[in-house]
């Protein structure tokens, strides 16, 4: 099997790429992968690091403004177009695939158009509950369309070809156990928060912890993992100047990433995050209730739908941005915790809405449509 992906700009269009590769070359030792990438994109780092090959075209979005710049933007975008198409037929003749699957971003755009135009089957990937512009430009020309949210559907073309995948998740995800991974984070009973807005970090997530962090300080009510992130690290001197010794607070697990990820995730009661599609599909395969704080500078405020798909199903509580405070923060966290059947509630209804078999859903559409 010869398989060509397409996907890219975000993590959250490259990982499921990464992961369907991987799931691929479990089932088929044989298969030959390559994947297609922005020539700036992260896809090119994640991608390598990941072991497999992967070719570049040049391609970006349009500019809304008309700024003199944006416009200069808008008009280099439509030459770029015009070539990446042309690059990715190529691309594609040369490494001749059975199928052509894209995951989003303006990367897959031009190849699977290409690939469509070429008679290679086709499908795509839509990760959240708010498709993106790639990928309902492209439903229609695409041998399936494959869903993480069933809700996605009504945003699409009525003619194009659905079927609900989930999205895919990380085994070790899957596999971590609450009760170990506790006793490895040297953690009790009391009721553990875990926190993060993403690996940049989102500075309203991190100023509203720090009202909460430093309460538990001094109460020691909850335990907290949280990660500031990358553009955070202003973060443990604000708690500092707020009187928090994180050194000498036990319960207070305070880093910049969280690179175990599957571990935290296991062991924590109750998660406070933005609403990325991938990390819902995590929450919702561990059962985990959460507090959702959709980032509201993405394209076409895909992570408020995202959100609402959650809170819709009495499986998790949204604070937006806008009203968020710390006070607001406390309040909601308390509330949760406090009630055991809530908790119960929002987790019962999240592991309702999890579907941990994406890959082998999406590999066995893979095996159909190449016949």
């Not at 298969?31 to 090959?53: C, H, P, T």
């Not at 594609?92 to 290679?120: H, M, Q, W």
């Not at 941990?356 to 016949?371: L, Q, S």
Request: charged share 25%; aromatic share 6%; hydrophobic share 40%.
């Amino acid at each position: 099997m010869r398989v060509l992906l397409a996907g890219g700009g975000t993590a959250g269009h490259i990982n499921p790429a990464i992961a369907i590769a991987g799931y691929i070359k479990k089932m088929e030792k044989d298969a030959e992968i390559l994947f297609i990438g922005n020539k700036d994109g992260m896809e090119q780092r994640l991608v390598s690091q990941a072991g497999y090959d992967i070719k570049s075209v040049v391609i970006s979005g349009f500019k809304r403004s008309l700024k003199p710049k944006d416009i200069a933007h808008n008009i280099a975008t439509v030459e770029r177009a015009i070539v990446s198409k042309h690059d990715a037929k190529k691309i594609i003749k040369e490494f001749n695939p059975d199928i052509c699957i894209g995951t989003g971003g303006y990367v897959s755009g031009p190849v699977i158009l290409a690939a469509s135009r070429l008679k290679i089957p086709t499908i795509i990937h839509e990760q959240n509950a708010f498709p993106g512009v790639t990928n309902k430009m492209l439903a229609k020309n695409v041998d399936r369309v494959m869903l993480a949210i069933e809700d996605a559907k009504q945003h699409f073309d009525k003619r194009a070809h659905f079927v609900v995948t989930g999205n895919p998740i990380r085994t070790d995800i899957l596999t971590a156990d609450k009760n170990q991974s506790r006793k490895e984070l040297g953690l009790d009973d009391r009721p553990v928060v875990l926190s993060f807005g993403g690996s940049l970090g989102a500075k309203c997530i991190n100023k509203a912890m720090a009202a909460l962090i430093e309460r538990s300080a001094k109460d020691k009510r909850y335990q907290h993992i949280h990660a500031y992130g990358q553009q955070g690290t202003w973060f443990p001197d604000l708690v500092k100047q707020n009187g928090v010794k994180i050194e000498q607070s036990p319960n207070l697990d305070i880093r910049q990433y969280i690179n175990n990820m599957p571990t935290c995730l296991a062991a924590c009661d109750l998660v406070v995050c933005r609403a990325g599609a991938i990390t819902l599909s995590e929450v919702q395969a561990k059962g985990k209730p959460a507090v959702l704080i959709p980032s509201p500078y993405v394209a076409e405020n895909h992570q408020f739908h995202n959100a609402m798909a959650m809170v819709n199903k009495r499986a998790a509580a949204i604070l937006e941005e806008k009203d968020l405070t710390g006070e607001l923060l406390i309040k909601t966290v308390d509330s949760l915790l406090k009630d055991k059947s809530v908790l119960e509630e929002y987790s019962k209804n999240a592991a309702n809405m999890a579907i941990t078999d994406a890959n082998e859903r999406i590999y066995k559409i893979i095996k159909e449509i190449i016949g």
